[in-house]
């Protein structure tokens, strides 16, 4: 049996977005997904408004690719109806791909109030999508990043990445255990030099946690004035995970006044298992 070779790039499949809502407390995307193939084989489908709760262009992507396999199927005799594709995409979810924290859940972890957004984002590539879903997401929203990695990765490119998106007011380095044993776990101090050297490339104003008016923050995160770094990044190397969140957090609830912000933690799965696995403590 020969297999049709569809690609969402193909003149006739077509996802467009139509914005953005909330589904149980998380943000989702809708869009309308249009396919219509005609060669030697014939592949049609219309939905409209299907919530993905997969957010992002390149999930798009994916769901259109989703939808057209689902459609070759059924040309060669699967029973799947329309309705059942629809389901099939609004039901698909990936912990720890582009994952918004509940309130109740960022409470859980003793920061009420905050947006949490977990991706186990690890590459150039995929740590670009994830800055253009957040831009696509929350583009006024402040933004502060923890970030964990495993030693196999390219530490330097994942920084430029999230550093030349936009601006960042804070970024804390922090270790979490990785498969393989500690050999694999980047020490936070590796990880913050990498920060320090990509902001220098890329001509960024940074405030590291090596200077002398910072050595308190740790202790006292009320300390921290906004004034003293509007146009800078705070970048700082700390081993705890629990601390690493709770200062980000009153870092960015201070500059973030009543504007919105996102508390990101991203840089391998490993970091997101771990915030995760906090929930169930």
């Given at each position: 049996m020969c297999s049709p070779v569809v690609s969402t790039s193909d003149a006739g499949i077509r996802?467009?977005?139509?914005?953005?809502?909330?589904?149980?407390?998380?943000?989702?995307?809708?869009?309308?997904?249009?396919?219509?193939?005609?060669?030697?084989?014939?592949?049609?489908?219309?939905?409209?408004?299907?919530?993905?709760?997969?957010?992002?262009?390149?999930?798009?992507?994916?769901?259109?690719?989703?939808?057209?396999?689902?459609?070759?199927?059924?040309?060669?005799?699967?029973?799947?109806?329309?309705?059942?594709?629809?389901?099939?995409?609004?039901?698909?979810?990936?912990?720890?791909?582009?994952?918004?924290?509940?309130?109740?859940?960022?409470?859980?972890?003793?920061?009420?109030g905050a947006k949490i957004l977990l991706d186990g984002a690890h590459t150039k590539d995929s740590a670009k999508a994830l800055v253009d879903t957040i831009q696509m997401t929350l583009p006024e929203a402040k933004l502060a990043i923890i970030v964990a990695m495993a030693s196999d990765k390219d530490h330097l490119a994942f920084a430029r990445e999230f550093l030349s998106g936009r601006k960042l007011e804070a970024v804390f380095l922090t270790e979490a255990d990785v498969a393989g044993g500690k050999t694999r776990i980047t020490p936070a101090s590796v990880l913050r030099g990498c920060w320090i050297q990509a902001s220098q490339e890329l001509g960024i104003n940074i405030v590291h946690d090596g200077l002398a008016e910072y050595q308190d923050l740790l202790q006292d995160p009320s300390t921290y004035s906004p004034r003293a770094s509007e146009n800078s990044t705070l970048i700082a190397g700390e081993y705890s995970l629990a601390v690493s969140m709770k200062v980000a957090n009153q870092i960015l609830r201070t500059k973030s006044d009543n504007q919105t912000g996102i508390l990101v933690i991203t840089g391998s799965l490993h970091i997101v298992s771990s915030v995760l696995a906090s929930l169930h403590k």
């Open positions: 996802a467009t977005m139509n914005g953005l809502s909330l589904f149980d407390d998380r943000p989702c995307q809708t869009c309308d997904i249009t396919i219509q193939v005609e060669r030697d084989f014939q592949l049609s489908l219309e939905l409209f408004d299907v919530s993905l709760c997969m957010i992002g262009s390149h999930q798009l992507q994916n769901a259109l690719t989703a939808a057209c396999a689902a459609l070759c199927l059924r040309n060669q005799g699967w029973k799947i109806s329309d309705r059942s594709i629809r389901a099939g995409l609004q039901g698909t979810c990936l912990v720890g791909r582009s994952q918004f924290l509940t309130p109740k859940e960022a409470e859980t972890l003793g920061l009420p």
